[in-house]
């Protein structure tokens, strides 16, 4: 009722029983019988499934919304209001559906303290200051979108737990949260630390093999069911990048997990236990050494020894998350386990919120991926929903990490993804394109000029993001020590984490093949292990993920390696730019707020692509010492670096990495009132627009004013929020002067004044000449 | 530069001489000349007027803006701005613009506070807490927006002086508003206090003719002279509604404007000695008393003993704002004074700005008027501008009381008003149209959907505000005593306030005639007191207003007064319900947050409209005992009034005055849990809407919930900021429930929660049918 009101402005009457009158009619299948004799359904409903028909009752035109059990109703409620929203036609329905995986859960790293950890859509709406949030307003209205889209669990907390959360006196709080989230059809789990025996329960160990830890256990899971009885159960990261695990006590994963699992079985509660175990002390001199080794390593050979209500939750490729990895071949691992797929939809190696990365572009092809363990073809998603080994669970769990901000996500167009994911979970037939049409025309209306490009922009923009950061299955070329965000090419190499791309003088990408390299191709099957052992027929998107090759290997398509990194940064990028004209056309189409918030984000990332560009291009420039055929990497006509520029109170700083610089060098201002660096404009006189480039750390928001021969054309604070506390790659920022007449003799000169402990920090200008 | 740029996102360069291609040049006469030999105006040129003309110059094209001083240059430069915001042709001008009268002033009613009297947009930008605002960004931005439209004074605090302003620490403070102000040409004035050599110079007396306070007025003077060389002048109020004045000591206001008028003197200063003097201890029971007679009868006698640089400020009226008045007969009986017409941009007696009314239709009216001083026509256009008794000094003065609201006055539409203001000082020969089609086109843009709704609702507003407030020259038939906001007939009789309409059983209107009644017809000249001495010559809309008849009188149209009444409360209430269809009409042409704004204020427009329909209609159904021709007056078959349904906790109160109230009753609840009021809705089934009639006091929040067969269809909080803090005409609310499918039978319940002095009261429901 609260959807037809919101979409028609009326407002339906709630009756129990049927009236004498053409109605809407919702109820379980049992519940219309009694009223409707001789009601069947045509084909099976599963648990969760429902039926949206028309029938005619007593004489009254009745549209049906039924299915077995309550949350299937509440699901085809959404189905019809979607098809409301979006215009289709809901006189004569008969429709099935039913979800192709029985778990459809999301996860949520949210802190205790009401931060979350990699989210990028403001605090917490569980959590504040150590407790639960006294207002949930937004925890119902999360569950309720959650809902829509068919999602039936969250975890509400951060899966490098406190242990706090497990002490006695919170579980009245985190019973609130059950309760907002139960009238939604959706069940709670938490993460857990695997020592809370220890470290809140006050005994000596937590070996899940001693006795202690087991009553323990089952005392406290007991107690949560009291209060919560539909509890969804823990979700557990152990021995993992320094959390505690079994391993304290030689025991493996499996002590561990179904300690936990046998004391959530008697009231139907599950352990999510993650695969992402590995060791970040690797040997990087040690060819041998693999990180994408490790969950299979690990979990492979337990496989069949957990218990039944213990699910694998494995990451969808061997790393981390990356913009491009194959898939985890653990799945084809665990095929007398449960497992989940644990996708990303918080953008952390993707843009975090900041560049468009429409994901379900690359969910479909790792849910669509083939393992060929057997002669029917076993796709990903047929393994996780539990199909292919006939599990009775299993499913797909999406890191969410949606926080306060008014869009969730914070970036109005992401918000694509959590839809996407719960969609794919429900469907993965659907196709990416469908997908985003379907979110479009439900949050920007049906026209077809906004829908269009939307929907354009959104299916290529993994694509796109990509081109100008990582290509050739080079994973994120990102600072994966500090903020994973902008270019890093080297903090991969030369350390314990393992996310190398072994990139040289003479080549790049990582020999994974069993003949010559780690072997890692060896833990997929016979076919699949075959086509990446093989040069040849390694797919040139994960090209240097499987194979170590010189920079002149030529493609597929007949161009090197070294030109493709080129290229496909430059076509990046320009294609990051188009976003913008594209969005422009939609002005006036799309509400003010959203069309100036995305404009601004399109905006910024069409300059940041720039940077991710220039730093990647320049680094392998550096390394291959072999030319763009272009003429384009090293060469910048148009631009002025800073520290060319005549100086007064700027000093000239070197950058490191030296690449996340335009020329290596910035200029920085130490005098408090203020340092002034100009140079003169050379060329014919006419219309230009001035790209000035500077940094903006997140502590300090200096001042910058720009003049043309003694008049101000532009001034801005630099007090953006980018994850930098110094000069780089992430700090790096394009601020644009549109509409500038300029003639030859002109001083251009930028004023910066520095704050706190950022100063003013300059990189380059760059001009570009206007079309009359 | 500014102005371009924000439209046409280009810097244009500045340069200090003639480029060498083609520009746009501005600059004096003088200056102009000094670079363009040759140059010469063809028609003379005002100290303010200005000149748009395109020449060759040295062989390139230039668009030259000049005048004989800057301030002209710069009313020049809007002038072509506002040509280019409305897609003007700016190629080929030759056009000559000259302001009508030299001053063109605003006022605003601000308080040292914070607070506006009379101000309905917010709070002060120039004051809070006692002092002048450190942050002056609004006056800059509001000193820019006047200039914009030709205005060059502005008078900065309330009539209602605090002496406070002239001590000697406050001079630095509104010295800084007079910096803010210079570089848009516009000088300011501060309202004093006349006793403030007493109050504040520590003298015993401010006798006038006492030499002790005439040499403080010089000393002070001279002081705010040394620090503000461009100082305007003050403006008085005295011997006005408990204001000191000149009387205490027996002393005229020649005497009194004279004295400070002769120590502003040297510096170029003026004093505007407001007209506004009346007795408010009025012998109501005398027929021959009357307030509109006090401006002439003070003033007349003095016409020529004021020095010269002094003005004597009349209101447009002989009363005080209301929504119609005959012209002040004192524009007529000053022949040798300055004088200067005082019009009240701020809705004070016009709707606050939560009605629509668009005064610009009201002012050209006054304007036009011809008072026949002599045979060539003497609109009052021409007398307060100085032309017709060729007055050096002489214009317009527009109560502002901007305050901080994002759009100023509050109502988006009600800026209209104030760039009418300044529109009709420049040049009073534009149409009220003109100027609603130049400010839409200004602020909306020139989809032609959005200009023409716009222009039509505006030119239509204040005769549409008349219609269902008080027609027929009968004033605003508003609660004068208090808020001047809601219905309140009575209000005005049996008190010495002298705003009388004399209506009792048998008719309504004042005898002002010289023959029979109060004799202020007689201040006219001949010709026009001709016209209103006799019933049968005086305008239909201004008949009461001159004349006392019976409610059986004829108009001109055949029908009766008691009719008019009646009919034109319920064709005004239609109106304002159009508008709101009309608006909705603009979806999507317009921003969302403008739109909205706007529409929730025609809605609430459309009821309070009823409001005022039905207290007004209602009173004179009772006074006159003729009932309505058409049966609407009395009878509302759709209605509910709240003390007729089932109540639980609830009580009757009656209201005062009873027509306030629907019925005469309310009711209100003082059970601090809540009330209920039920009634069973017995029409067809169908779909209906309903609208919940309640009261929105300032002193508390209650809440309402609505259910139909116990499903809340429909809740609010009332927690609007009306100037009420009772029950009644002022705070009396319209919530409107849509869409809602009723069938006979049905019970329909409110639930009433107050808080604090607010007792969830409501009036009445009323249920009407929505077509399919």
Same mark, same amino acid.
């Given at each position: 009722?609260?959807?037809?009101?919101?979409?028609?402005?009326?407002?339906?009457?709630?009756?129990?029983?049927?009236?004498?009158?053409?109605?809407?009619?919702?109820?379980?299948?049992?519940?219309?019988?009694?009223?409707?004799?001789?009601?069947?359904?045509?084909?099976?409903?599963?648990?969760?499934?429902?039926?949206?028909?028309?029938?005619?009752?007593?004489?009254?035109?009745?549209?049906?919304?039924?299915?077995?059990?309550?949350?299937?109703?509440?699901?085809?409620?959404?189905?019809?209001?979607?098809?409301?929203?979006?215009?289709?036609?809901?006189?004569?329905?008969?429709?099935?559906?039913?979800?192709?995986?029985?778990?459809?859960?999301?996860?949520?790293?949210?802190?205790?303290?009401?931060?979350?950890?990699?989210?990028?859509?403001?605090?917490?709406?569980?959590?504040?200051?150590?407790?639960?949030?006294?207002?949930?307003?937004?925890?119902?209205?999360?569950?309720?979108?959650?809902?829509?889209?068919?999602?039936?669990?969250?975890?509400?907390?951060?899966?490098?737990?406190?242990?706090?959360?497990?002490?006695?006196? =919170?579980? @009245?709080?985190?019973? +609130?949260?059950?309760?907002?989230? /139960? !009238?939604?059809?959706?069940? &709670?789990?938490?993460? %857990?630390?695997?020592?809370?025996?220890?470290?809140?329960?006050?005994?000596?160990? =937590?070996? @899940?093999?001693?006795? +202690?830890?087991?009553?323990?256990? /089952? !005392?406290?899971?007991?107690? &949560?069911?009291?209060? %919560?009885?539909?509890?969804?159960?823990?979700?557990?990261?152990?021995?993992?990048?320094?959390? @505690?695990?079994?391993?304290?006590?030689?025991?493996?994963?499996?002590?561990?997990?179904?300690? &936990?699992?046998?004391?959530?079985?008697?009231?139907?509660?599950?352990?999510?236990?993650?695969?992402?175990?590995?060791?970040?002390?690797?040997?990087?001199?040690?060819?041998?050494?693999?990180?994408?080794?490790?969950?299979?390593?690990?979990?492979?050979?337990?496989?069949?020894?957990?218990?039944?209500?213990?699910?694998?939750?494995?990451?969808?490729?061997?790393?981390?998350?990356?913009?491009?990895?194959?898939?985890?071949?653990?799945?084809?691992?665990?095929?007398?386990?449960?497992?989940?797929?644990?996708?990303?939809?918080?953008?952390?190696?993707?843009?975090?919120?900041?560049?468009?990365?429409?994901?379900?572009?690359?969910?479909?092809?790792?849910?669509?991926?083939?393992?060929?363990?057997?002669?029917?073809?076993?796709?990903?998603?047929?393994?996780?929903?539990?199909?292919?080994?006939?599990?009775?669970?299993?499913?797909?769990?999406?890191?969410?990490?949606?926080?306060?901000?008014?869009?969730?996500?914070?970036?109005?167009?992401?918000?694509?993804?959590?839809?996407?994911?719960?969609?794919?979970?429900?469907?993965?037939?659907?196709?990416?394109?469908?997908?985003?049409?379907?979110?479009?025309?439900?949050?920007?209306?049906?026209?077809?000029?906004?829908?269009?490009?939307?929907?354009?922009?959104?299916?290529?923009?993994?694509?796109?993001?990509?081109?100008?950061?990582?290509?050739?299955?080079?994973?994120?070329?990102?600072?994966?020590?500090?903020?994973?965000?902008?270019?890093?090419?080297?903090?991969?190499?030369?350390?314990?984490?393992?996310?190398?791309?072994?990139?040289?003088?003479?080549?790049?990408?990582?020999?994974?093949?069993?003949?010559?390299?780690?072997?890692?191709?060896?833990?997929?099957?016979?076919?699949?292990?075959?086509?990446?052992?093989?040069?040849?027929?390694?797919?040139?998107?994960?090209?240097?993920?499987?194979?170590?090759?010189?920079?002149?290997?030529?493609?597929?398509?007949?161009?090197?390696?070294?030109?493709?990194?080129?290229?496909?940064?430059?076509?990046?990028?320009?294609?990051?730019?188009?976003?913008?004209?594209?969005?422009?056309?939609?002005?006036?189409?799309?509400?003010?707020?959203?069309?100036?918030?995305?404009?601004?984000?399109?905006?910024?990332?069409?300059?940041?692509?720039i940077?991710?560009?220039d730093?990647?291009?320049n680094?392998?420039?550096?390394?291959?010492?072999?030319?763009?055929?272009?003429?384009r990497v090293g060469n910048y006509p148009d631009r002025i670096e800073?520290?060319?520029?005549?100086?007064?109170?700027?000093?000239?700083?070197?950058?490191?990495?030296?690449?996340?610089?335009s020329g290596?060098?910035?200029?920085?201002?130490?005098?408090?009132?203020?340092?002034?660096?100009?140079?003169?404009?050379?060329?014919?006189?006419?219309?230009?627009?001035?790209?000035?480039?500077?940094?903006?750390?997140?502590?300090?928001?200096?001042?910058?004013?720009?003049?043309?021969?003694?008049?101000?054309?532009?001034?801005?604070?630099?007090?953006?929020?980018?994850?930098?506390?110094?000069?780089?790659?992430?700090?790096?920022?394009?601020?644009?002067?549109?509409?500038?007449?300029?003639?030859?003799?002109?001083?251009?000169?930028?004023?910066?004044?520095?704050?706190?402990?950022?100063?003013?920090?300059?990189?380059y200008?760059e001009?570009?000449?206007?079309?009359?």
């Open positions: 009722m609260r959807g037809v009101r919101g979409m028609l402005g009326r407002t339906l009457r709630a009756e129990k029983e049927l009236p004498q009158e053409n109605a809407m009619v919702l109820g379980t299948l049992a519940s219309i019988r009694s009223v409707v004799p001789g009601f069947h359904v045509d084909s099976p409903l599963g648990e969760e499934g429902f039926w949206l028909t028309t029938e005619q009752v007593h004489g009254f035109h009745c549209l049906i919304v039924t299915a077995k059990a309550d949350r299937g109703v509440l699901y085809g409620v959404f189905a019809l209001l979607s098809r409301m929203a979006r215009n289709e036609e809901v006189v004569a329905l008969n429709e099935v559906q039913q979800p192709y995986a029985p778990l459809r859960w999301v996860n949520q790293w949210d802190n205790l303290d009401g931060g979350i950890e990699r989210g990028y859509g403001g605090r917490s709406i569980f959590f504040e200051d150590g407790r639960v949030r006294t207002d949930l307003t937004l925890v119902r209205e999360y569950a309720r979108l959650l809902a829509s889209i068919g999602i039936n669990g969250c975890a509400i907390n951060n899966v490098n737990a406190n242990p706090r959360l497990l002490q006695e006196d =919170f579980l @009245p709080q985190f019973a +609130r949260i059950a309760d907002a989230f /139960r !009238e939604w059809g959706i069940r &709670i789990a938490i993460a %857990i630390d695997l020592s809370s025996p220890k470290v809140i329960g006050g005994l000596d160990t =937590f070996d @899940p093999l001693d006795p +202690r830890p087991i009553e323990w256990w /089952r !005392e406290k899971v007991d107690a &949560i069911y009291r209060r %919560i009885p539909d509890f969804g159960g823990f979700v557990v990261k152990a021995d993992s990048e320094g959390r @505690p695990g079994p391993s304290i006590y030689g025991r493996t994963p499996v002590d561990a997990a179904n300690v &936990i699992a046998s004391a959530l079985k008697p009231h139907g509660g599950i352990v999510f236990y993650r695969a992402f175990v590995y060791d970040h002390h690797l040997n990087w001199q040690d060819s041998k050494s693999d990180r994408a080794k490790a969950a299979y390593d690990t979990f492979h050979p337990l496989d069949g020894k957990f218990d039944d209500n213990v699910i694998i939750q494995t990451k969808h490729g061997p790393i981390d998350f990356q913009v491009r990895e194959p898939v985890s071949p653990l799945f084809g691992g665990l095929q007398h386990t449960n497992v989940s797929i644990e996708l990303q939809i918080t953008q952390e190696y993707t843009g975090q919120q900041r560049h468009l990365c429409f994901l379900p572009s690359m969910w479909k092809e790792v849910l669509d991926f083939d393992l060929q363990l057997n002669r029917n073809g076993t796709p990903v998603k047929d393994v996780v929903s539990g199909k292919t080994f006939r599990r009775s669970i299993g499913g797909l769990v999406g890191v969410a990490n949606v926080g306060t901000d008014a869009s969730w996500l914070s970036h109005p167009l992401a918000m694509a993804n959590l839809y996407g994911f719960g969609r794919l979970a429900w469907n993965p037939d659907l196709s990416p394109r469908a997908i985003a049409e379907e979110w479009t025309r439900l949050t920007f209306g049906s026209d077809p000029a906004v829908v269009n490009t939307i929907c354009e922009m959104q299916v290529n923009s993994w694509r796109v993001y990509e081109s100008y950061t990582g290509p050739l299955g080079a994973q994120t070329l990102t600072d994966i020590l500090g903020s994973h965000y902008g270019p890093g090419v080297e903090s991969s190499e030369r350390n314990g984490w393992g996310q190398w791309h072994r990139a040289d003088h003479e080549g790049v990408g990582i020999d994974r093949t069993v003949a010559t390299g780690t072997g890692y191709v060896g833990q997929y099957s016979l076919p699949v292990a075959k086509m990446y052992e093989s040069l040849e027929s390694t797919p040139d998107e994960q090209l240097l993920f499987f194979h170590h090759v010189p920079y002149t290997h030529l493609l597929r398509s007949g161009k090197s390696v070294i030109q493709y990194i080129y290229d496909s940064h430059y076509e990046g990028a320009e294609h990051a730019a188009g976003n913008v004209l594209q969005w422009k056309l939609l002005r006036g189409r799309i509400d003010e707020p959203r069309y100036s918030d995305v404009l601004a984000r399109l905006e910024y990332q069409a300059g940041h692509s940077v991710w560009r730093a990647v291009c680094w392998f420039l550096r390394a291959s010492g072999i030319p763009d055929e272009k003429h800073a520290e060319a520029m005549q100086l007064a109170g700027y000093s000239i700083v070197n950058v490191v990495p030296r690449e996340n610089a290596g060098k910035a200029i920085e201002c130490l005098q408090p009132r203020g340092c002034k660096a100009s140079f003169q404009f050379t060329r014919d006189a006419g219309w230009y627009e001035i790209d000035v480039v500077y940094f903006d750390q997140s502590n300090g928001d200096s001042s910058f004013r720009v003049l043309v021969c003694n008049q101000l054309v532009d001034e801005w604070v630099a007090n953006d929020t980018l994850p930098a506390t110094k000069i780089g790659g992430d700090s790096s920022m394009r601020r644009r002067i549109r509409g500038l007449a300029l003639r030859p003799g002109d001083e251009i000169r930028i004023v910066g004044t520095p704050d706190m402990e950022e100063h003013a920090p300059l990189d200008v001009i570009h000449g206007l079309q009359k």
